[in-house]
């Protein structure tokens, strides 16, 4: 069974339209993160959940908007995409939902965004 | 704040030879840190983390690192590398007060000759 899936995993658009990928997880945990992997392969936090509240929120253009229907589901919208949006986006879950480092963070196999 | 500096952006080892990937680390708490290997066109996966326990650390396929906190030192070894172990590693740092935030190095890239 896969634990962290993302869906599409491509995704080719044009400049201006609107997406979204979607990010599921069965390990039951509490927190679910977005992550940017650009085209050096430097990865960068986006935004976090814990127990669909938001908790970590990036200096990220907003025209990305998080959502998060159940703890087991994070969602990632874009609007009015722009070419500099093309990268690798990752999902990720972790165990524990207070404050604390110590828990890893399991990865989806991600979604490559390629905008035209 | 809290950051990671990968000492080498790629490294190339004969396969059967020590691999040593090289990892800083700042961080104004008591940080956890970890190891994450992605092969080419997939996700990452933990290879091993540190959360202030043994500061030798014990990981998965063979992988090993230790933590000194005296040099703020997270290096990464294997004493035998497999063709396998081709990939690009990241050290990552998290504070203990971040909400789990994790703190990505640029990556080192290993490739790994015949």
């Known amino acids: 069974d896969t634990a962290v899936s993302q869906t599409p995993k491509y995704l080719v658009t044009q400049m201006g339209n609107d997406k979204s990928i979607k990010c599921e997880q069965n390990l039951g945990h509490d927190t679910m993160y977005w992550y940017k992997q650009d085209s050096k392969k430097f990865l960068k936090i986006m935004f976090s959940?814990?127990?669909?509240?938001?908790?970590i929120n990036e200096t990220v253009p907003n025209r990305f908007s998080p959502k998060s229907p159940d703890k087991a589901h994070l969602n990632l919208h874009i609007n009015s995409l722009e070419l500099g949006d093309s990268a690798v986006y990752f999902c990720?879950?972790?165990?524990?939902?207070?404050?604390?480092?110590?828990?890893?963070?399991?990865f989806g196999p991600g979604t490559r965004l390629t905008v035209l | 704040a809290q950051s990671v500096t990968q000492l080498d952006s790629h490294v190339s080892v004969s396969e059967g030879t020590p691999v040593l990937l090289r990892c800083n680390y700042s961080?104004?708490?008591?940080?956890?840190l970890f190891w994450y290997v992605q092969h080419p066109n997939k996700g990452l996966q933990l290879l091993l983390k540190y959360t202030s326990a043994a500061t030798l650390v014990k990981g998965i396929n063979g992988f090993e690192a230790e933590f000194k906190k005296s040099e703020t030192s997270f290096h990464l070894t294997k004493p035998s590398a497999h063709m396998s172990d081709a990939a690009e590693y990241f050290c990552?740092?998290?504070?203990?007060?971040?909400?789990?935030?994790?703190?990505f190095g640029a990556g080192t890239q290993v490739v790994v000759t015949p």
């Open positions: 959940y814990n127990n669909k509240e938001l908790i």
């Open positions: 990552v740092v998290s504070e203990t007060d971040s909400w789990g935030k994790l703190q």
């Open positions: 961080s104004s708490y008591s940080p956890s």
């Open positions: 990720a879950s972790s165990p524990r939902g207070l404050a604390g480092g110590y828990n890893e963070q399991f």
